[in-house]
């Protein structure tokens, strides 16, 4: 079982949407979901990453969740985007579709 405990949007911040906590199962909680959309394209669901400099000083990113199950990953992004797609106006919703 899927529960999206809350969506925070985030403005001003390019194609970074809203921040989403995810709980599975009533047994392990994910924070950090990012959702991004560009624009004239579907949102997506990223999964926590961390930034950090290789010894060239150029950035990388590394997961902190990595869900294997594929079957796992889809229903978590579809929980996440229905939960999102709630929040947005329609004018915002044909705008960034």
Do not use: C, H
């Not at 390019?14 to 560009?38: C, H, M, P, W, Y």
């Amino acid at each position: 079982m899927i529960k999206v405990d809350s969506i925070k949007p985030i403005n001003g911040a390019g194609n970074l949407r809203a921040f989403a906590t995810v709980t599975i199962n009533d047994k392990v909680k994910i924070s950090d979901v990012r959702i991004v959309q560009q624009p004239n394209q579907a949102a997506w669901v990223s999964m926590p990453t961390r930034e950090y400099k290789n010894k060239d000083g150029q950035r990388k990113w590394s997961n902190i969740v990595e869900i294997l199950d594929e079957q796992l990953k889809k229903q978590i992004e579809a929980a996440v985007l229905a939960e999102f797609e709630k929040l947005q106006p329609a004018a915002t919703r044909e705008v960034w579709k």
